[in-house]
């Protein structure tokens, strides 16, 4: 236990020694975002009946900030001591695969709530929230995390270098994230995007998000804690797998 909590306070202390470059830059992103989206869009779209599209915006976003650097923690990780050569400390010391797993994946989890939560306590001061079901807000926080925590696993063993890297934050996490409804209700799209929608398992982290919120959500929570759920152990199979194979770490 106590090689995992030094796997895991290394990858902790590791952001949080650049913490303007890994906590404060995404919040300062997410509000431009929020600034730009909501001034373009506020008088066009209208969701929940009554919930204005700034506050319906927020929950949306923090997910997405939640996502990305849950994503890049571990992600980064791997690859960062795969190139530099230092992997091999790890690999040669006492801990489990297992162990491995929860460590980086914890780690993901701290940083990507650290930053979703950062935003929501900016936007606090001047977007009228709802709370309505805290609980499920925090259970869809954790488990977005945990899942990209496990993807980022995934694709820091995947990837050799660091394009290959840059190529699977680009071309799969970031649109993902922005076509999960961040930026709007799936339903005000026509019906084909509506079913492509529902097979990005993103927009079901965001949705559950926004039920804890509001209440309210495109689709049933308990639908959506399942779709969690199973992203969850879907990525985490993978990355469990691979991290006890040694699969392109020891080698």
């Known amino acids: 236990?106590?090689?995992?909590?030094?796997?895991?306070?290394?990858?902790v202390l590791r952001f949080w020694k650049v913490g303007l470059q890994t906590l404060a830059a995404p919040v300062i992103t997410s509000l431009l975002y929020l600034l730009i989206f909501s001034h373009a869009l506020a008088s066009h779209i209208e969701v929940y009946g009554s919930v204005p599209y700034t506050s319906f915006l927020v929950p949306g976003?923090?997910?997405?900030?939640?996502?990305?650097?849950?994503?890049?923690?571990?992600?980064?990780?791997?690859?960062?001591?795969?190139?530099?050569?230092?992997?091999?400390?790890?690999?040669?010391?006492?801990?489990e695969p297992w162990q491995l797993f929860l460590g980086y994946v914890g780690a993901s989890v701290v940083r990507g709530l650290f930053v979703g939560?950062?935003?929501?306590?900016?936007?606090?001061?001047?977007?009228?929230?709802?709370?309505?079901?805290?609980?499920?807000?925090?259970?869809?926080?954790v488990l977005g995390a945990s899942m990209l925590g496990s993807l980022g696993i995934v694709a820091g063993i995947w990837a050799e270098k660091f394009d290959q890297m840059a190529a699977f934050q680009n071309f799969i996490i970031v649109p993902a994230t922005f076509l999960s409804g961040v930026f709007y209700s799936v339903y005000t799209l026509p019906p084909f995007w509506v079913a492509v929608s529902r097979l990005n398992p993103f927009f079901y982290l965001v949705d559950g998000l926004r039920y804890g919120f509001f209440g309210v959500s495109d689709v049933s929570p308990w639908t959506c804690l399942g779709a969690a759920l199973l992203g969850n152990l879907a990525c985490g199979a993978v990355a469990w797998n691979w991290l006890r194979r040694g699969y392109k770490l020891r080698n």
Request: charged share 5%; proline share 4%.
């Open 61 to 95: 976003l923090a997910m997405m900030t939640v996502l990305q650097n849950a994503f890049a923690n571990s992600s980064s990780s791997l690859i960062q001591s795969k190139i530099t050569g230092n992997l091999v400390f790890v690999l040669l010391s006492p801990l």
């Open 1 to 11: 236990m106590n090689s995992l909590l030094t796997l895991f306070g290394k990858e």
């Open 117 to 141: 939560g950062g935003l929501l306590l900016v936007t606090a001061w001047f977007v009228p929230l709802q709370w309505r079901e805290p609980l499920w807000s925090l259970w869809f926080a």
